[in-house]
């Protein structure tokens, strides 16, 4: 892919990067961390991808350990970050909900 | 499949992550969000299985390594996500934050080591950048988390000419990214890698525990960052995208974290270099306190009109969540108003108490933020804080040059009685004396904060 194209990809996901996150309330901090950390966890592709390409027993050595970490990061982030939002659920679900997202929302 | 269908696969995936960020940002929304957010990177994960580059052939070769690496991966992830307390819930997210800093190093080291001489100047730059940033990310990961841990000490690291070794090690470390990117060899490759990890802990030892959260948000962002630049060496657009959301995202975060701490993030991250070595826990503070019995606090909030509990990790790591609910609901009974004063980073992280709280279904709109509870501490009788400590310590206003000067705290000064629940006299987290419990209008009951609480019930239930 030409340099303008990818210049171009990143720019923009930086604006949408800031634009999404940028009215978080702080109660959400937190699960909205552990949620973009399991998000990085796709580095899991790359890693499949140099697996693929290994020829010497270094390389596949590296990329192997490689995919273990990013399945670590990338599973286990999603399990812990819908832990610690099952823990609103339970309060969604008995209606009180809508206020509490507004005053989340006026928060900030 | 072709290039095409693979690359829209992708696209799609990187929506999803895009409204996955955007859901987690909104209670109502955050679970599908995170939920979106796991089938967006299952969708991409599976893809690549199907697609085996420009001239690769399918299936893809070492495969039997690659889904025993997942499998094991897995493996190890889930229980580790499942099991977690609550309680240790931010070290955890540290830990993975770093293993995905280190995967997304070793992917460059290893396409490093594939390309050899071929790789243009821009890929080796990319490589460099992710091996530096992903090794520090790694690293200072796991400093956090033995921080987090309690594995080592919480208090800022700070050794003699501690500035001039980290800037040192930063000088070495950009040097040797400047000779891999002339000299392209396997060896300045391995020097910078382990120069990059041993910035990595220098840069997170001189943080103090209070703001270690603070670092593990920028840590990630960083690791947003590398597996962006990661995907620019793979040709793989997906990971542009999703690298640089979270980098982006994340330094937002980071930043809307510090205004939340009333923290200056040139301070955090560069106490490093202006941080002096203090005093080893101070003179032993020999001034008198008033401690109680459960039975004086019992009297206290029974004749209360209106009580705060200011809830700290103390009460998170005694478990106490329920028998201060039990409490709660005890007064509740007697007509005494009550709320729970959330200091945005009770416990260990910004929303980490809201988590545990929510845990023992204390109702919803009993907690109160701080800037919602603080004008009503006049008019409060009794401050009851259980397990808390920095997040009332009045030197965060008092005393500039402590290591929480300029963060908000809850006022509890200002009520009419002030009951610390605490295991002893040693400072919270941040390390630092509290003033408050000296105070005239203190009252102190020691021990653990459960089997204080459980007392506590138990004396009012008699009264």
């Given at each position: 892919?030409?340099?303008?194209a990818?210049i ?9 990067g800031?634009e999404?996150?940028s009215k978080?309330?702080?109660t ?5 961390m552990?949620g973009?950390?399991?998000i990085h966890?796709?580095?899991?592709v790359g ?10 027993n ?8 490689a995919?273990?970490?990013a399945t670590i990061?990338m599973?286990?982030g999603f399990?812990v970050?819908?832990?610690?939002l099952e823990?609103?659920?339970g309060?969604?679900?008995s209606g ?10 006026e928060?900030k | 499949?072709?290039?095409?269908i ?10 999803m992550f895009?409204?996955a960020l ?15 957010g796991?089938l967006?990177a299952?969708?991409a994960?599976?893809?690549v299985?199907f697609?085996?580059?420009k001239?690769?052939a ?6 039997g390594w690659?889904l ?6 897995v493996?190890?992830g889930v229980?580790?996500a ?25 992917v460059a080291i290893?396409e490093?080591?594939?390309l ?5 100047t821009?890929e080796?730059?990319a490589?460099v950048f992710?091996?530096?940033v992903?090794c520090?990310?790694?690293?200072g990961?796991i400093?956090?988390f033995?921080k ?6 919480t208090?800022?690291?700070?050794f ?8 040192a ?23 910078l ?6 910035f990595?802990v220098?840069?997170v030892?001189p ?9 593990i948000?920028?840590l ?9 630049a990661g995907?620019y060496?793979l040709?793989?657009t997906?990971?542009?995208i ?6 982006a995202s994340?330094?937002i975060?980071?930043r ?13 991250l560069?106490?490093?270099f202006t941080?002096?070595?203090?005093d ?5 503070e020999?001034?008198p ?6 039975d004086?606090v019992?009297i206290?909030l029974?004749?209360a009109?209106?009580v705060?509990?200011?809830?700290g ?12 609910r039990?409490l709660a ?11 729970y ?9 910004p ?14 709109e ?6 919602e509870?603080?004008?009503t501490?006049?008019q409060?009788?009794v ?7 920095d997040v009332?310590?009045?030197a965060?206003?008092?005393t500039p040059g402590?290591?929480?000067?300029g963060?908000?705290?809850?006022d509890?000064?200002?009520a009419?009685?002030v009951i610390f629940l ?8 941040a390390?630092?004396e ?16 459960k089997?204080?609480l459980?007392k506590?019930v138990?004396?009012?239930k008699?009264?």
């Open positions: 892919m030409d340099a303008i990818i171009s990809i990143f720019v923009l996901a930086v604006f949408v800031f999404v996150v978080v309330s702080s959400l901090h937190t699960p909205l552990s973009a950390n399991a966890g796709v580095i899991l890693a499949i991808i140099v697996a693929d390409h290994s020829e010497t270094l390389e596949l050595g590296l990329s192997v350990a995919i273990v970490l990061n599973v286990g399990v970050t819908d832990r610690m823990m609103f659920k309060k969604a679900a009180k909900n809508g206020a509490q997202d507004k005053s989340a929302g928060k | 499949m072709n290039r095409t693979y690359d829209l696969i992708g696209l799609s995936a990187g929506v895009i409204l955007k859901g987690l940002s909104h209670p109502r929304t955050a679970r599908r969000g995170n939920l979106l796991a967006g299952t969708v994960t599976v893809a299985f697609y085996a580059g001239e690769g399918l299936p893809l070769n070492n495969l690659i025993g690496a997942i499998a094991f991966g493996f190890v229980p580790a499942r099991r977690v307390q609550m309680t240790a819930m931010p070290q955890l997210v540290a830990l993975f934050n770093g293993v995905g800093g280190g995967a997304a190093a070793l290893v490093y080591l594939k050899g001489d071929t790789a243009t821009a080796v730059i490589t992710t091996v530096l992903g520090t990310s790694f690293s990961s400093i956090t033995l987090l841990q309690e594995l080592m000490t208090r800022p690291v700070v003699p000419g501690g500035r001039f070794v980290i800037a090690t930063l000088g070495g470390t950009l040097a040797s990214a400047v000779w891999v990117v002339n000299s392209l060899g396997t060896t300045p490759l391995l020097v890698a382990g120069l990059s990890l041993l990595g220098l840069f030892l943080v103090g525990g209070a703001d270690v959260p603070i670092v948000s920028l990630n962002a960083f690791t947003g960052l590398t597996v962006a995907g060496v040709d793989a997906l990971l542009i999703a690298g640089t959301l979270v980098g994340g330094t975060l980071t809307l974290m510090a205004e939340a701490m009333g923290r200056s993030l040139f301070g955090t560069f106490g490093a941080a002096k070595p203090q080893a826990a101070g003179a032993t020999t001034r306190v008033k401690s109680g019995t459960p004086d019992a206290l029974n004749y009109r209106r705060v509990i200011v809830p990790f103390g009460l998170a790591v005694a478990q106490a969540q329920h028998t201060v039990e609901d005890l007064l509740t009974a007697k007509g005494i108003d009550i709320a004063g959330i200091h945005p980073v009770a416990g260990r992280m929303g980490h108490m809201n988590v545990l709280l929510a845990e023992a279904n204390v109702p919803y009993q907690l109160s933020e701080m800037e509870v603080n004008p501490f006049p409060t009788d401050a009851l804080i259980i397990g808390a400590n009332v310590n009045p965060a206003k008092t402590c290591p929480i000067y963060m908000p705290i809850l509890v000064a200002q009419g009685n605490k295991r002893s006299m040693r400072p919270g987290f390390g630092i509290n003033e408050l419990l000296f105070d005239s209008k203190t009252t102190l009951l020691f021990g653990d904060a089997a204080s459980t506590v138990g004396a009012l008699a009264l």
